[in-house]
């Protein structure tokens, strides 16, 4: 593989870790959606909604307070999103910065792909982790799969009219 293609892959590797990471993102936002209906069983669409909205605006780290803040929830769910987030926050600040140098070989590419392919694992198992909690919370607020449907169109629906 040429130096060009290499380094394609490291650009690659570096937006599968990022959507990874975002998943875990979506997925919170998702958990805390799910306590606010269990904690208002009454909400309606529309107030979920913007919660949705106002939720989808806070970064990893702001989401990760939230959640401490409203649930009781393992505490080795919480240290594995603060692990989550500690990886994420260097992937996305550091990351090339520390790494600038190693673009220059194919080796160094080598070893940047590595590392973001384990980071990319170790964001999909998180994101595996709260998606098992938000399936646990739907079963126990009785939500099926059409009233999540339905709530994801109701979203689809506001963002193509912003």
């Known amino acids: 593989m040429g130096d060009i293609e290499i380094r394609k ?38 107030k979920i909604d913007s919660i949705e909205t106002r939720l989808s605006q806070k970064t990893l780290g702001g989401l990760c307070a939230e959640l401490r803040k409203h649930s009781k929830l393992p505490p080795h769910f919480y240290d594995t999103l603060a ?39 170790e964001f999909k198992e998180a994101n595996k982790m709260a998606e098992s909690v938000s399936a646990h919370l739907r079963k126990l607020l009785g939500w099926d799969e059409a009233a999540i449907q339905a709530l994801v169109e109701i979203g689809m629906k506001r963002q193509s009219r912003e």
Request: aromatic share 10%.
């Open 83 to 121: 692990t989550i987030l500690e990886k994420r926050n260097k992937l996305i600040h550091q990351f090339f910065y520390q790494n600038a140098t190693k673009l220059l070989s194919p080796q160094g590419c080598q070893e940047m792909i590595d590392e973001l392919v384990a980071l990319s694992r």
């Open 9 to 46: 892959d490291v650009f690659a590797w570096f937006g599968s870790a990022v959507y990874y990471s975002n998943l875990v993102e979506v997925e919170l936002v998702t958990l805390l959606i799910l306590l606010s209906r269990g904690k208002n069983p009454k909400l309606q669409a529309d």
